[in-house]
Protein backbone atom coordinates (compact mmCIF):
# COMPACT_ATOMS: atom_id res chain seq x y z
CA UNK A 1 0.00 0.00 0.00
CA UNK A 2 2.66 2.20 1.10
CA UNK A 3 4.64 1.60 -2.03
CA UNK A 4 1.60 2.79 -4.12
CA UNK A 5 1.09 5.77 -2.31
CA UNK A 6 4.55 6.66 -3.04
CA UNK A 7 4.70 5.77 -6.67
CA UNK A 8 1.45 8.19 -6.66
CA UNK A 9 3.43 11.26 -5.28
CA UNK A 10 6.25 10.94 -7.94
CA UNK A 11 4.24 9.67 -11.13
CA UNK A 12 2.06 12.58 -10.73
CA UNK A 13 5.13 14.67 -11.38
CA UNK A 14 6.59 12.79 -13.98
CA UNK A 15 6.31 15.21 -16.89
CA UNK A 16 7.45 17.85 -14.79
CA UNK A 17 10.63 16.13 -13.55
CA UNK A 18 11.56 15.40 -17.00
CA UNK A 19 10.75 18.67 -18.87
CA UNK A 20 12.91 20.63 -16.19
CA UNK A 21 15.62 18.44 -16.49
CA UNK A 22 15.27 19.08 -20.21
CA UNK A 23 15.52 22.88 -19.85
CA UNK A 24 19.00 22.67 -17.47
CA UNK A 25 20.33 19.70 -20.25
CA UNK A 26 19.86 22.40 -22.57
CA UNK A 27 21.19 25.12 -20.55
CA UNK A 28 24.20 22.71 -19.89
CA UNK A 29 24.67 22.79 -23.78
CA UNK A 30 24.34 26.35 -24.51
CA UNK A 31 26.92 27.06 -21.81
CA UNK A 32 28.85 24.09 -24.21
CA UNK A 33 29.63 21.70 -21.53
CA UNK A 34 27.85 19.04 -23.17
CA UNK A 35 28.63 18.78 -26.76
CA UNK A 36 25.25 19.36 -29.40
CA UNK A 37 24.97 16.36 -30.81
CA UNK A 38 24.20 14.97 -27.27
CA UNK A 39 20.43 16.76 -27.43
CA UNK A 40 19.63 13.92 -29.72
CA UNK A 41 19.60 11.76 -26.86
CA UNK A 42 16.40 13.62 -25.43
CA UNK A 43 14.11 11.51 -26.58
CA UNK A 44 14.79 8.77 -24.25
CA UNK A 45 13.42 10.16 -21.56
CA UNK A 46 9.86 9.89 -23.45
CA UNK A 47 10.81 5.73 -23.39
CA UNK A 48 12.04 6.06 -19.55
CA UNK A 49 9.61 5.33 -16.64
CA UNK A 50 10.11 6.86 -13.14
CA UNK A 51 9.56 3.81 -10.25
CA UNK A 52 9.69 4.70 -6.59
CA UNK A 53 11.17 1.59 -4.77
CA UNK A 54 10.53 0.22 -1.57
CA UNK A 55 14.26 1.03 -0.91
CA UNK A 56 16.54 -2.12 -1.17
CA UNK A 57 17.79 -1.25 -4.65
CA UNK A 58 18.01 2.34 -4.00
CA UNK A 59 19.18 2.35 0.15
CA UNK A 60 22.80 3.84 -0.26
CA UNK A 61 22.72 7.44 0.08
CA UNK A 62 26.48 7.37 -0.90
CA UNK A 63 24.96 6.36 -4.42
CA UNK A 64 22.35 9.45 -4.18
CA UNK A 65 19.14 6.99 -3.72
CA UNK A 66 19.12 6.17 -7.67
CA UNK A 67 19.57 3.72 -10.20
CA UNK A 68 18.94 3.05 -13.65
CA UNK A 69 18.25 -0.15 -15.89
CA UNK A 70 18.58 0.24 -19.64
CA UNK A 71 16.99 -1.65 -22.76
CA UNK A 72 18.76 -0.29 -25.60
CA UNK A 73 16.60 2.64 -26.67
CA UNK A 74 13.30 0.84 -26.34
CA UNK A 75 12.53 1.65 -22.92
CA UNK A 76 14.50 2.56 -19.52
CA UNK A 77 13.75 2.03 -15.92
CA UNK A 78 15.14 4.85 -13.20
CA UNK A 79 14.14 3.86 -9.81
CA UNK A 80 14.07 6.64 -6.58
CA UNK A 81 14.62 5.52 -3.02
CA UNK A 82 11.22 6.50 -1.40
CA UNK A 83 12.75 8.85 1.32
CA UNK A 84 13.47 10.71 -1.91
CA UNK A 85 10.37 10.66 -3.78
CA UNK A 86 8.72 13.84 -2.68
CA UNK A 87 12.05 15.36 -3.61
CA UNK A 88 13.66 13.47 -6.50
CA UNK A 89 14.80 16.29 -8.91
CA UNK A 90 18.64 16.39 -7.98
CA UNK A 91 18.85 12.36 -7.98
CA UNK A 92 16.64 11.96 -11.40
CA UNK A 93 19.59 14.51 -13.23
CA UNK A 94 21.76 12.00 -12.04
CA UNK A 95 20.31 9.07 -13.34
CA UNK A 96 18.71 10.90 -16.72
CA UNK A 97 22.03 11.64 -17.67
CA UNK A 98 22.85 8.01 -17.50
CA UNK A 99 19.71 7.13 -19.89
CA UNK A 100 21.49 10.04 -22.94
CA UNK A 101 24.98 8.50 -22.35
CA UNK A 102 26.57 7.00 -25.45
CA UNK A 103 26.68 3.47 -25.97
CA UNK A 104 27.78 1.47 -28.54
CA UNK A 105 25.48 -0.59 -30.39
CA UNK A 106 25.12 -4.69 -28.66
CA UNK A 107 23.07 -7.28 -30.45
CA UNK A 108 20.17 -7.87 -28.24
CA UNK A 109 20.42 -10.22 -25.72
CA UNK A 110 17.67 -12.46 -25.41
CA UNK A 111 18.90 -13.83 -21.71
CA UNK A 112 18.68 -9.81 -21.03
CA UNK A 113 16.32 -6.95 -21.59
CA UNK A 114 18.55 -4.43 -20.89
CA UNK A 115 21.75 -3.58 -22.42
CA UNK A 116 24.96 -4.22 -20.81
CA UNK A 117 26.82 -1.78 -18.72
CA UNK A 118 30.32 -2.32 -20.40
CA UNK A 119 28.66 -0.73 -23.86
CA UNK A 120 28.00 2.68 -22.05
CA UNK A 121 29.46 6.19 -21.60
CA UNK A 122 33.31 6.03 -20.42
CA UNK A 123 33.19 2.21 -18.98
CA UNK A 124 33.96 1.78 -23.18
CA UNK A 125 37.65 3.76 -22.92
CA UNK A 126 38.00 2.53 -19.35
CA UNK A 127 38.05 -1.14 -19.63
CA UNK A 128 37.98 -3.45 -16.25
CA UNK A 129 34.47 -2.79 -13.78
CA UNK A 130 36.32 -0.85 -11.44
CA UNK A 131 37.72 2.20 -13.76
CA UNK A 132 34.49 1.31 -16.13
CA UNK A 133 32.01 2.60 -13.42
CA UNK A 134 33.85 4.96 -11.47
CA UNK A 135 34.83 6.94 -13.95
CA UNK A 136 31.17 6.64 -15.47
CA UNK A 137 29.78 7.86 -11.92
CA UNK A 138 32.16 10.29 -11.57
CA UNK A 139 31.83 12.00 -15.32
CA UNK A 140 27.63 11.37 -14.15
CA UNK A 141 27.79 12.98 -10.91
CA UNK A 142 30.36 15.82 -11.33
CA UNK A 143 27.81 16.83 -14.58
CA UNK A 144 25.28 16.92 -12.23
CA UNK A 145 26.23 18.97 -9.13
CA UNK A 146 27.64 21.13 -11.77
CA UNK A 147 24.41 21.48 -13.36
CA UNK A 148 23.03 22.36 -10.02
CA UNK A 149 25.68 24.27 -8.12
CA UNK A 150 27.57 25.65 -11.23
CA UNK A 151 31.48 25.88 -11.80
CA UNK A 152 31.74 22.81 -14.03
CA UNK A 153 35.65 23.37 -13.98
CA UNK A 154 36.36 22.58 -9.87
CA UNK A 155 36.10 19.21 -9.70
CA UNK A 156 38.05 18.91 -6.54
CA UNK A 157 36.14 16.45 -4.43
CA UNK A 158 37.03 18.99 -1.52
CA UNK A 159 35.95 22.04 -2.91
CA UNK A 160 33.23 23.79 -0.99
CA UNK A 161 31.46 23.82 -3.74
CA UNK A 162 31.06 20.24 -4.59
CA UNK A 163 30.34 19.70 -0.65
CA UNK A 164 26.91 18.30 -1.82
CA UNK A 165 28.00 15.51 -4.58
CA UNK A 166 28.14 11.97 -4.18
CA UNK A 167 30.37 9.40 -5.28
CA UNK A 168 33.74 10.98 -3.55
CA UNK A 169 36.48 8.72 -4.64
CA UNK A 170 34.83 8.34 -8.04
CA UNK A 171 35.29 12.12 -8.45
CA UNK A 172 38.71 11.93 -7.07
CA UNK A 173 39.92 9.84 -9.67
CA UNK A 174 38.49 12.37 -12.29
CA UNK A 175 40.09 15.11 -10.27
CA UNK A 176 43.26 13.27 -10.35
CA UNK A 177 42.73 12.01 -14.34
CA UNK A 178 41.78 15.67 -15.40
CA UNK A 179 44.24 17.62 -13.10
CA UNK A 180 47.23 16.36 -11.62
CA UNK A 181 48.97 15.33 -14.90
CA UNK A 182 51.93 17.15 -16.41
CA UNK A 183 49.10 18.86 -18.43
CA UNK A 184 45.73 19.31 -17.83
CA UNK A 185 42.71 18.20 -19.45
CA UNK A 186 39.51 19.83 -19.76
CA UNK A 187 36.95 18.01 -18.30
CA UNK A 188 34.64 18.52 -21.19
CA UNK A 189 37.05 15.90 -23.36
CA UNK A 190 35.47 13.42 -20.49
CA UNK A 191 31.86 14.47 -20.81
CA UNK A 192 32.10 14.46 -24.51
CA UNK A 193 33.12 11.45 -24.74
CA UNK A 194 30.66 10.22 -21.83
CA UNK A 195 27.88 11.35 -24.57
CA UNK A 196 29.23 10.03 -27.60
CA UNK A 197 28.11 7.11 -29.81
CA UNK A 198 29.55 4.75 -31.61
CA UNK A 199 28.57 5.93 -35.16
CA UNK A 200 30.05 9.21 -34.38
CA UNK A 201 33.26 7.82 -32.91
CA UNK A 202 33.59 6.01 -36.33
CA UNK A 203 32.02 9.04 -38.35
CA UNK A 204 34.68 11.49 -36.52
CA UNK A 205 37.31 8.64 -36.64
CA UNK A 206 40.66 10.59 -35.51
CA UNK A 207 38.50 13.66 -34.54
CA UNK A 208 35.99 11.69 -32.25
CA UNK A 209 35.71 12.47 -28.53
CA UNK A 210 36.74 9.15 -27.25
CA UNK A 211 40.20 9.32 -29.67
CA UNK A 212 40.99 12.79 -28.58
CA UNK A 213 40.55 11.80 -24.55
CA UNK A 214 42.87 9.11 -24.97
CA UNK A 215 45.60 11.60 -26.81
CA UNK A 216 44.97 14.46 -23.95
CA UNK A 217 45.52 11.47 -21.16
CA UNK A 218 48.60 10.64 -23.17
CA UNK A 219 49.88 14.14 -23.13
CA UNK A 220 48.78 14.62 -19.54
CA UNK A 221 50.80 11.11 -18.00
CA UNK A 222 53.59 10.50 -20.84
CA UNK A 223 55.01 8.47 -18.30
CA UNK A 224 52.70 6.12 -18.03
CA UNK A 225 49.88 4.53 -20.02
CA UNK A 226 46.86 5.62 -17.10
CA UNK A 227 43.93 3.80 -19.43
CA UNK A 228 45.74 0.43 -19.59
CA UNK A 229 46.56 0.34 -15.31
CA UNK A 230 43.54 1.63 -14.91
CA UNK A 231 41.75 -1.12 -16.85
CA UNK A 232 43.67 -3.16 -14.58
CA UNK A 233 42.19 -2.88 -10.84
CA UNK A 234 40.92 -4.70 -8.94
CA UNK A 235 37.24 -5.16 -7.67
CA UNK A 236 38.03 -5.59 -3.59
CA UNK A 237 36.24 -7.62 -1.61
CA UNK A 238 34.16 -4.33 -0.13
CA UNK A 239 33.14 -1.67 -1.54
CA UNK A 240 35.76 0.04 0.93
CA UNK A 241 38.38 -1.84 -0.45
CA UNK A 242 37.97 -1.04 -4.01
CA UNK A 243 37.54 2.81 -3.05
CA UNK A 244 40.58 2.33 -1.15
CA UNK A 245 42.85 0.93 -4.27
CA UNK A 246 41.51 3.45 -6.29
CA UNK A 247 42.75 5.96 -3.89
CA UNK A 248 46.07 4.70 -3.67
CA UNK A 249 46.41 4.62 -7.49
CA UNK A 250 45.54 8.55 -7.88
CA UNK A 251 48.18 9.04 -4.85
CA UNK A 252 50.79 6.95 -6.97
CA UNK A 253 49.79 9.05 -10.08
CA UNK A 254 50.76 12.29 -8.53
CA UNK A 255 53.79 11.37 -6.85
CA UNK A 256 54.91 9.85 -10.45
CA UNK A 257 53.92 13.31 -12.08
CA UNK A 258 55.58 15.10 -9.39
CA UNK A 259 58.64 13.10 -10.50
CA UNK A 260 58.87 13.57 -13.84
CA UNK A 261 58.29 17.33 -13.51
CA UNK A 262 61.18 17.34 -11.11
CA UNK A 263 63.49 15.07 -13.41
CA UNK A 264 62.52 17.31 -16.60
CA UNK A 265 63.34 20.41 -14.99
CA UNK A 266 66.27 18.79 -13.54
CA UNK A 267 67.52 18.15 -16.58
CA UNK A 268 66.94 21.63 -18.21
CA UNK A 269 68.86 22.81 -15.61
CA UNK A 270 72.00 20.26 -16.19
CA UNK A 271 71.74 21.24 -20.14
CA UNK A 272 71.78 24.83 -19.39
CA UNK A 273 74.74 25.04 -17.26
CA UNK A 274 76.74 22.28 -19.78
CA UNK A 275 75.67 24.91 -22.35
CA UNK A 276 77.22 27.66 -20.48
CA UNK A 277 80.13 25.27 -19.48
CA UNK A 278 80.93 24.87 -23.33
CA UNK A 279 80.64 28.67 -24.14
CA UNK A 280 83.21 29.85 -21.83
ZN1 LIG B 1 25.00 6.66 -11.28
Redesign the pocket.
Known amino acids: MLLLKLNAVLRGGEVEQKQSFTQRFQEAVNSSWIPRAALAHLPRLDNTKLIVDDGFRTNLES??G?E?GYADDSGYEVVVAPTLAKKPERTLT??FI?VLDGHDRVPFDEESIFRSKETAGLYRIFKGQVAGEAM??AV??HLTDSMWNGELDIIDPLSKVRKRAVYTIERSLLHTLAQKGVKKVNVRRFIAAHFEDQDQTEVFGKDSAQTKLVEALREAFPFANVIEELSELKTGETVKETHAAIQKYCMRLERRTNKYLALRVGGAVVAKLRGRTQAS
Open positions: MGGVHEHNEVE
